[in-house]
């Protein structure tokens, strides 16, 4: 509806910006991309929906999504899109990946060689654009050297129409590299070269989701240096024609998106500089101190790698916890690939321990980090406490939560492996307090104007994660105090004087998980 996405463009007008992506595969029939014409924004579209077309899945449930079998089809889309957005102000995409942002070759495997793919991507994006101004007198066109693409861009395989906007993206944590696919990182530079003529763009993530170490309901994980200069040698070479930023959400990444709206309006920022004004704008004492937890946020992040953009963000303890926690109750005792990208090793337990270790290190960090806020607070007046507290000190709530929460699953899985059952129970158990409070954090912050903000976690997925940590320790308390859930009971809580006298009926009541623990 209208309350909430109004205040969503007002946002990016009041920061200078006029483009937007108003939201990715939602249903066409809601209001956003209308709004977003009718309050003078230019509408572009994701690259995963050339021309703003349907999903070609969801349009022909049931047929194969190979352009080589159904090209007719495809076009069908396209041209509807077309026809429907015509009058509209539009920065055409034009693009081809396969369905749901992946490339095409992996639902149509006969596309097996660069030149191959490389030659299908170009016919496909020429015909996008010879359709294009069949409709709409000289219309401002861009295409996403993202990926797969931008690879095979550089190959010298993919032909990019005149005039065409070409856009360069980072990794997904900053840094204008290729981004990681599974545990293939191969970081080739994703910029213009110098004699690469023509127009060219950007596109930024502050926020990204990859199912491995990225931030979706906290900030940008490195310094924010590195935004600074990531963009501003994009600017410095040309890339500057076009500048499309993934805020994932508003409220989580204020800050980098302050800073990112600077750079777009000047073309350079000091970052000290930037601080300064953005806590000057939002509290009135203690600023200083304020600016000192932020400048201290990324460096109390877990660094994983040896790159300046390889910084955790909230995502590490969940979806690597459930990765730990599926491959554990499996029985599977091999280091698992999907945790390769961080740690590759012949078994499960070293990598495992590879985290804890990761964990523990960050955790005093984080308890530090969350004091010194706490602290502050209690010196603010009572709107700058709440904006603090839903800016800022839900954040670091979520990294110690979710650090504290790895290292204590870590803990349980090597007690296991090791046959102590109880041991590794107490330790699931803290594991699933400690993500609890991730949860409660959020609550806590959604209240007032921020009432079910963050009832759609879905990406992190605290409650997901709390759920298979509460799986793990059932499964552990059956391998030991199956089947009536009393022995462990008897074995270290029952008084000694009374193990060998109670009656049956009366002490078998089993005490419940968090009890027991």
Not at 66 to 73: A, C, D, I, N
Not at 241 to 267: C, F, K, M
Request: net charge negative; aromatic share 12%.
């Amino acid at each position: 509806g209208e309350e909430v996405w109004l205040p969503v463009f007002e946002a990016l007008l009041r920061c200078g910006g006029n483009m937007v992506i108003p939201g990715t595969d939602l249903p066409r029939t809601g209001i956003h991309h209308q709004l977003a014409v009718d309050m003078g924004l230019w509408v572009t579209h994701h690259h995963a929906e050339p021309l703003g077309a349907e999903m070609f899945l969801r349009a022909f449930p049931g047929k194969a999504p190979s352009y080589r079998e159904h090209p007719e089809l495809f076009e069908q889309l396209w041209r509807e899109a077309i026809e429907r957005q015509r009058h509209d102000k539009i920065l055409w995409v034009l693009s081809f990946r396969g369905q749901g942002d992946k490339p095409f070759w992996e639902d149509d495997p006969s596309f097996d060689t660069p030149a191959a793919r490389g030659a299908l991507i170009s016919s496909v994006v020429r015909k996008q654009y010879d359709m294009l101004h069949e409709y709409v007198e000289h219309p401002v066109c861009c295409m996403a050297m993202y990926g797969e693409i931008a690879e095979l861009y550089k190959q010298g395989h993919i032909e990019v129409p005149h005039r065409v906007i070409k856009i360069w993206a980072d990794n997904g944590y900053g840094k204008m590299v290729s981004r990681r696919h599974g545990s293939t990182n191969h970081r080739v530079p994703a910029l213009p070269a110098p004699d690469d003529k023509g127009h060219h763009g950007v596109y930024y993530h502050v926020t990204f989701h990859d199912l491995q170490a990225s931030n979706h309901l906290t900030m940008f994980p490195a310094p924010s240096s590195l935004i600074a200069d990531e963009l501003g040698q994009a600017f410095a070479v040309g890339a500057s024609d076009y500048l499309l930023v993934n805020s994932g959400n508003i409220l989580p990444h204020l800050y980098t998106l302050d800073l990112v709206a600077e750079l777009w309006q000047r073309g350079k920022a000091s970052e000290r500089e930037h601080l300064e004004a953005f806590i000057a704008r939002n509290y009135t004492v203690c600023q200083h101190e304020i600016a000192a937890l932020y400048e201290q946020y990324a460096s109390s992040t877990i660094k994983y790698g040896p790159h300046a953009d390889d910084r955790a963000g909230d995502e590490f303890y969940h979806h690597a916890a459930r990765e730990i926690i599926g491959h554990w109750l499996r029985g599977q005792q091999q280091g698992k690939d999907s945790l390769n990208w961080a740690v590759e090793a012949p078994s499960l337990l070293e990598q495992v321990r590879w985290f804890r270790s990761k964990a523990d290190e960050a955790i005093p960090r984080w308890e530090r980090l969350e004091r010194q806020c706490a602290e502050i607070l209690e010196q603010l007046p009572p709107d700058e406490r709440w904006r603090l507290e839903t800016q800022l000190l839900v954040q670091l709530q979520l990294h110690r939560s979710g650090c504290q929460g790895l290292a204590y699953l870590c803990q349980a899985y090597e007690y296991f492996e090791a046959g102590d059952n109880p041991r590794s129970f107490i330790q699931a158990s803290h594991a699933v307090w400690s993500y609890s409070e991730g949860k409660q954090a959020l609550e806590h912050a959604a209240q007032g104007r921020w009432e079910h903000f963050y009832r759609a976690d879905w990406l992190t997925n605290i409650d997901n994660t709390i759920g298979h940590a509460d799986t793990a320790r059932r499964f552990v308390r059956i391998q030991g105090d199956s089947p009536d859930m009393f022995r462990w009971y008897k074995d270290f809580l029952m008084p000694e004087t009374e193990k060998y006298i109670y009656l049956e009926n009366t002490h078998r009541n089993p005490l419940p998980d968090d009890e027991l623990a």
